[in-house]
């Protein structure tokens, strides 16, 4: 008979101590890109929580909000939208006309966008009457206000920067969180993992009320960050121009013979689809005598493409320009953006959801999944439900560092004497950077001042140290 005595290959106690103590070195040195990635953003992600999330009922809000200006009394006949648009230049004599939203209900207004003293606004003209029903400077509506908040904290292109910097912090904060939170050892419990622990006194309390929520919350968060991203100035313009590139976007050659000029559709003053900002923006073609198209005009055209209810029409801009109609429904496969040359109504381009590339078509059902369009009121609870997670878990974080920080310091976890190790964390991070382009800058200058400044300054490494 063989023996079945199993011999055991010892591990040196050096090379385990070694061991344990590069684990609990790297454990540190992602606890602190976690802390202060948390100190420095999560302000920024709870603003972004609640703008957002008052965003999402937007369909619910506005009508209750603007009741005055949204309905009127229905009647037998609507007068034609050219006799709408008149009446308002009657009233606004200076003002120059942008576009035209027909109403999509019976008993809903139609409103007109113009210009007026350099204020941009929306005229809503009752459609049976052609009465003007009132006016909404378009910079005061409510949900305008949240989304300037959210998207660029109201100052520009200098917000949306930080604002997407702040996304991709966060995006950090959450994959160091759950490496954080992942029990070590083997040792995984449901209370203090799975569940939080409310009986074993304030400090594990606060813990376990940060951690545990966060990490049923990881996933559904960076859902929301990544679908936010199609927006952001620079992340979102690179993946754009590379889903145009690649053919993923709208496949290139799509209109044949078509005079194009080199402005994206998104310079128009109307919202299109996210897959359409990008697609060049045709010219008409001009000839004497000829007469440009009425909106009614142009409305049939809609009409006859088959466009969704609720589009809007952007006028004209010079004597090349085109009457583009747009709408951004709740479902991504209703969009549509047709332009349409101004004087013989030839369609000169008309992309559709089912025109779109994979990458498109994913990242448009991505946008409508993070404002709440895409099942309805349970998409807009479960975003709502993320938000107010979100907020909880920044608030609990930053109260267990104010409650746990000494006097006089700042707290923060110390920083790893091993540069080796500090090189494997700094690549990690790094890489981060390449995906998030404008986050890659920040990831070097806070490595930096980490490595180079706060460990070799005496009065910044006492007052940031533990």
């Known amino acids: 008979m063989y023996s079945t005595n199993v011999v055991r290959k010892e591990v040196p106690e ?19 890109w976690h802390f202060y990635a948390g100190i420095l953003f999560a302000p920024i992600l709870i603003m972004l929580a609640v703008t957002g999330g008052v965003y999402l009922f937007k369909p619910q809000i506005e009508p209750i909000l603007y009741k005055d200006l949204y309905y009127v009394h229905q009647g037998k006949q609507e007068v034609s939208a ?9 009233i606004y004599p200076r003002a120059t006309i942008l576009s ?66 702040s996304a991709c912090w966060i995006m950090i904060l959450l994959v160091t969180g759950v490496y954080l939170w992942w029990p070590r050892e083997g040792n995984a419990q449901r209370f203090g993992t799975l569940i939080p622990r409310f009986t074993k006194g304030k400090r594990i309390f606060w813990r376990d009320l940060h951690a545990v929520p966060a990490f049923w919350l990881s996933l559904f968060a960076a859902l929301l960050i990544m679908t936010g991203l199609p927006w952001a100035g620079v992340w979102g313009n690179n993946v754009n121009k590379l889903a145009t590139s690649t053919q993923s976007g709208y496949p290139t050659g799509l209109w044949d013979s078509v005079p194009e000029s080199t402005a994206p559709t998104k310079n128009v003053s109307i919202k299109v689809p996210w897959s359409a900002e990008n697609m060049s923006l045709p010219k008409s073609r001009t000839g004497r005598g000829i007469q440009q198209l009425t909106v009614d005009q142009v409305i049939g055209l809609a009409n006859k493409q088959k466009v969704h209810s609720g589009y809007s029409i952007n006028l004209p801009h010079g004597k090349k320009g085109v009457y583009t109609v747009s709408v951004f429904p709740p479902l991504p496969k209703d969009q549509a953006t047709l332009h349409i040359d101004q004087y013989s ?55 267990m560092w104010w409650k746990r920080k000494p006097q006089g310091k700042l707290g923060a976890p110390s920083v790893s004497n091993s540069f080796n190790l500090m090189k494997g964390v700094a690549l990690i991070i790094v890489a981060f950077g390449l995906f998030f382009p404008l986050v890659g800058v920040s990831l070097l200058i806070v490595l930096f001042l980490d490595w180079f400044v706060i460990k070799k300054v005496p009065f910044m490494k006492k007052y940031l140290s533990a």
């Not at 090379?15 to 040195?29: D, F, H, I, P, V």
């Not at 309805?376 to 920044?394: R, T």
């Open 82 to 90: 050219d006799q709408q648009i008149k009446q308002v230049k009657e």
């Open 345 to 399: 109504g030839k369609v000169l381009a008309d992309l559709r959801y089912k025109d779109y590339g994979w990458m498109a078509k994913i990242i448009e059902v991505g946008i409508a999944l993070h404002e709440g369009h895409y099942f309805g009121l349970p998409n807009q609870i479960l975003g709502a439900a993320v938000c107010l997670g979100l907020i909880g878990v920044s608030v609990s974080g930053l109260l």
């Open 100 to 165: 035209f939203r027909p109403s999509d209900e019976r008993k809903r207004s139609s409103e007109v966008g113009i210009i007026n003293q350099d204020h941009e606004m929306t005229v809503f003209v009752n459609p049976y009457t052609n009465k003007i029903v009132g006016t909404l400077g378009n910079e005061g509506k409510l949900m305008e206000v949240m989304k300037k908040l959210h998207g660029e904290i109201m100052v520009g292109t200098i917000g949306d920067r930080i604002v997407e910097l």
């Open 14 to 32: 050096d090379t385990a101590n070694k061991q344990s103590q590069r684990g609990k070195s790297l454990y540190q040195a992602i606890w602190r």
